[in-house]
C-alpha cells in the first residue's frame, strides 16, 4: 500500500485519483459522493482506496479480504460494494472530480487553508497584498 497523506483539512494517496476533504459537518470522500463522514471513517475510506489502487484486491481467497471487509464494515458497506466503489474515477461533482486550489491566505503550515472551486476567489485574497521577499 501506498503512502497516505493526512493532513487537517485533506486525506490523499499516490495510489488512487480519490481523495477525502474536511468540509464543515465532517469529511467527505471523493467514492462516497453525499455521504459525511467523521475523520476516522474518511481515513478508512482511503486505506480501501489506496489499497484498490496499488494493485487491486485479489480473489475471494486473497488475505486481504478479511481486512477489506471489516473496513467497509466501519463505513456501512460489504466488502466488495467498497471494492467496486472504490474501483471507479472520481464523479465530475466530487472533491477529487473538481479542480481546486489551495486558497493563498493559508499560511505554511496549512492553517486557515481551504479549498477554492474554479472562478472562486477567496475574501481574504481580495487586496491582499504578497509579503516581502515572496
Same mark, same amino acid.
Given at each position: 500500500m501506498s503512502g497516505i497523506k493526512i493532513t487537517a483539512t485533506l486525506i490523499s494517496s499516490p495510489a488512487?485519483?480519490?481523495?477525502?476533504?474536511? =468540509? *464543515?459537518? *465532517?469529511?467527505e470522500v471523493s467514492w462516497l459522493p453525499g455521504q459525511t463522514l467523521t475523520r476516522n471513517q474518511a481515513i478508512t475510506a482511503m486505506v480501501i482506496? =489506496?489499497?484498490?489502487?496499488?494493485? *487491486?484486491?485479489?480473489?475471494?481467497?486473497?488475505?486481504?479480504?478479511?481486512?477489506?471487509? *471489516?473496513w467497509a464494515g466501519e463505513l456501512g458497506l460489504p466488502?466488495?460494494?467498497?471494492?467496486?466503489?472504490a474501483s471507479e474515477p472520481p464523479t465530475p461533482d466530487s472533491p477529487a472530480g473538481q479542480e481546486?486550489?489551495?486558497c493563498a491566505h493559508a499560511d505554511r503550515d496549512g492553517q486557515g487553508?481551504?479549498?477554492l472551486g474554479t472562478g472562486q476567489?477567496?475574501?481574504?485574497?481580495i487586496g491582499q497584498q504578497p509579503e516581502a521577499g515572496t
Open positions: 488512487t485519483p480519490h481523495t477525502a476533504m474536511a =468540509s *464543515g459537518d *465532517g469529511w482506496a =489506496s489499497i484498490v489502487g496499488d494493485g *487491486g484486491v485479489g480473489l475471494a481467497d486473497d488475505p486481504i479480504w478479511p481486512h477489506v471487509d *471489516g466488502g466488495a460494494d467498497a471494492v467496486v466503489r481546486k486550489r489551495m487553508m481551504h479549498w476567489t477567496c475574501q481574504a485574497e
